[in-house]
């Protein structure tokens, strides 16, 4: 895993090769990357709290893929809008709390509450593709 710029890692975690954001500091991550030659992939929302993460792979936000001829430009700032829609449906229409419940965490679990994304420039989204092709 790459690093990102810390204009884009600001506000977010770096636990197990995986950058995780507050759900109020990660627009503004998604927002930056596309300056910065990322696409955004998507993620997911978890709990990271001092006895684990909690991952809650059910309520995501993805990315389509990168079309055929897609300049990287286009698919670059159409994935970062893709995911910032979807993110914003889940945030406002997921109850957190309940969601803390069902892992029989305190509702102060949503302190741990953050959104853990996947960036990519065009060179690693191509390693990607052939590293999943030749599976």
């Known amino acids: 895993m790459d690093f990102l710029p810390a204009e884009i890692a600001y506000g977010a975690s770096f636990i197990g090769n995986e950058y995780a954001w507050t759900i109020s500091a990660f627009p503004e991550a998604l927002a930056k990357?596309?300056?910065y030659g990322f696409a955004c992939l998507g993620g997911q929302f978890q709990f990271r709290l001092p006895g684990g993460i909690y991952e809650m792979y059910w309520l995501s936000a993805d990315a389509t893929g990168?079309?055929?001829?897609?300049a990287w430009r286009d698919y670059s700032q159409r994935s970062c809008s893709e995911v910032m829609t979807?993110?914003?449906a889940v945030a406002s229409s997921t109850d957190f709390v309940r969601e803390a419940a069902n892992w029989r965490l305190l509702a102060s679990a949503l302190?741990?509450?953050v959104f853990a994304a996947y960036f990519?420039?065009?060179s690693q989204f191509a390693e990607l593709s052939v590293a999943n092709n030749k599976r």
């Open 120 to 122: 990519a420039t065009e």
């Open 111 to 113: 302190e741990g509450l």
């Open 86 to 88: 979807k993110f914003e």
């Open 33 to 35: 990357a596309p300056s």
């Open 66 to 70: 990168r079309q055929a001829q897609e």
